[in-house]
């Protein structure tokens, strides 16, 4: 029995994250289904213990406990990815990789909140979340446009990484804020090679097409 679980709930994009990296490690893994909406069973005492910010995604591995989407990415790229290739060792990917990650855990929370408050109805200003969201994927996409001219077809560099892995749900799902992604063409070529990972998984509101 694996010693990985995944405190998780299927509609929630920061779980999404850690689910579908370990997709793609093809590292088998236990989910605990957790009910956020409507009973928030994540601020529990029970979670609280696991978690004191009473927020998924929560991962245990032996007796080791760790929350946030971006933290547990960079944990299990180093301790399942013996090739080092979803989190790589050279100092300038490594600056990278970490300057995206810190984007996806500050700057797309914006994207987030309108979700949030657009499918579940949690109270947020809509209109300042939404704007605030798009600002950060015109960022993405000015990036990602130069580094095609480039040659580089990935955040952090020419091959996939934990980066891209933090980055792409927000956009992914961003039509249940209805955000056009035809706004965005070279995030949505961006998505569409990351649908080409093997092992990629969907969730549900990510659409079969970009």
């Known amino acids: ?104 855990g500050n700057n797309l929370t914006a994207a987030s909140t309108a979700r949030a408050q657009a499918l579940f109805e949690v109270r947020a200003c809509a209109t300042t979340a939404n704007h605030a969201a798009r600002r950060a994927f015109r960022v993405m996409e000015d990036h990602m446009t130069k580094q095609q001219f480039a040659d580089a077809f990935w955040f952090a560099g020419n091959a996939a990484t934990i980066a891209d892995i933090a980055l792409f749900p927000a956009i992914a799902l961003s039509r249940d804020i209805a955000v056009d992604h035809d706004e965005y063409p070279a995030l949505r070529r961006w998505m569409g090679r990351v649908r080409t990972l093997p092992g990629f998984i969907t969730m549900p509101g990510i659409p079969a097409y970009h």
């Open 1 to 104: 029995m694996t010693a990985l679980k995944l405190y998780d709930y299927e509609l929630d994009e920061q779980c999404y994250k850690v689910r579908l990296l370990l997709g793609l490690l093809g590292y088998a893994y236990e989910k605990v289904a957790v009910d956020v909406y409507p009973g928030g069973e994540q601020r529990s005492a029970r979670f609280l213990r696991l978690n004191p910010l009473g927020a998924l995604p929560i991962l245990t591995d032996a007796d080791m406990v760790l929350s946030g989407a971006e933290a547990i990415l960079a944990y299990l790229a180093r301790k399942y990815d013996g090739a080092r290739g979803w989190f790589p060792d050279e100092p300038e990917t490594v600056g990278r990789v970490v300057q995206w990650l810190a984007f996806a």
